[in-house]
């Protein structure tokens, strides 16, 4: 088995993708948000070669941690690999970043993997829009219904689009949030990369009352699935159900453009945000978080072994029983 990791270079030309996720653009522009780099890691075993991505850290005093789904699991999608086979690729990743100068490596995934410990409490929460928004409606409690009706007859409006407007009255709210909730933002400049390199996966959604911007979400889209990244809301708004209004007229929006999915992103189990996406979320599951430190190779030989083989050879068999008794536990 071999191992080679290189670095993933921009791109000089934007190839069509199926998703933002395995998009070489949009894993550089998170590489630079959060410092990384952006990598590709060539494994070749007796049965398959398959190339992985990845991101690398190194710190101020060299030390390398390979990170599997930097930002979102999504990221850290292996292709061409089955479920079943996932486990044993990560051991043998595992085994064959020893040669190398990564000492940790870090997994973001929905796929469990026993034996290791999950290091978080992150759940991903899905609403399927099957049939229909409508009979999507009908399945909600009556308490829910009425809670979105509410700001809709308080005139509640929005839009979705993608335009230097609308990107600026995200941030503005999703900073206040950040703040609110004592969280870091990110960059203005990297929602502005996102929205100029990532154009054709990307849609910000922001909803007014009596014009002023009040909920708001940047989301990433696909044939099949809307993806809510990030969202903000005005304090003030809070109590008027703005943010269930927002979420229920992107389920509309996803029925009428023909998606299949609108995922509502990760919130820690039991958290307030995780209880309210529970209203309309008709699927949820686990995002595992693993830690694995990297051993590099041992010595054939440890350097007391050899100590107790040369003073074997160069004593009497009575000292060689003697060590035995004091030594022989050390080796099993």
């Known amino acids: 088995m071999s191992i080679t990791i290189t670095t993933e270079h921009s791109p000089t030309s934007v190839a069509v993708v199926s998703d933002i996720f395995s998009s070489a653009t949009f894993r550089a522009i998170l590489a630079r948000e959060f410092r990384l780099e952006a990598v590709n890691v060539l494994m070749q075993t007796d049965q398959q070669t398959f190339t992985i991505p990845a991101f690398r850290r190194t710190t101020i005093l ?43 490596l870090e997994i973001r995934t929905t796929i469990p993997i026993t034996c290791l410990p999950d290091t978080a409490d992150k759940v991903e929460l899905n609403i399927d829009i099957a049939p229909s928004a409508e009979a999507l ?33 995200f941030y503005q709210l999703y900073r206040v949030s950040l703040h609110d909730i004592g969280s870091l933002p990110h960059s203005k400049q990297f929602f502005q990369d996102l929205t100029t390199q990532c154009a054709a996966h990307i849609e910000i959604f922001v909803g007014y009352m009596d014009g002023i911007p009040v909920v708001s979400s940047v989301n990433f889209v696909n044939t099949d699935e809307v993806y809510g990244a990030w969202s903000g809301i005005h304090t003030a708004y809070k109590k008027h159900n703005v ?13 009428a ?15 307030n945000p995780h209880q309210f996406k529970l209203k309309l979320a008709t699927r949820t599951h686990k995002i595992y978080y693993y830690t694995i430190a990297i051993q590099p190779p041992q010595k054939a030989r440890a350097g007391v072994q050899d100590a107790a083989s040369w003073l074997i050879r160069n004593t009497p068999e009575i000292v060689m029983d003697g060590l035995s008794r004091a030594l022989l536990h050390k080796f099993y």
């Open 62 to 104: 060299g030390k390398q941690t390979l990170i599997i789904g930097a930002g979102f699991d999504k990221t850290g999608v292996i292709p061409d690999i089955t479920v079943a086979q996932y486990p044993r690729v990560i051991e043998q990743l595992t085994q064959a970043l020893a040669a190398t100068s990564v000492r940790s």
């Open 257 to 271: 453009s023909g998606r299949k999915t609108y995922n509502l992103g990760r919130s820690s189990a039991g958290s």
């Open 137 to 169: 409606w009908h399945t909600l409690s009556g308490n829910t219904r009425k809670n979105i009706r509410r700001p809709l007859k308080q005139g509640f409006t929005s839009v979705i689009g993608l335009n230097a407007q609308l990107l600026e009255e």
């Open 243 to 255: 943010f269930l209004a927002m979420l229920w007229q992107i389920v509309e929006y996803c029925s």
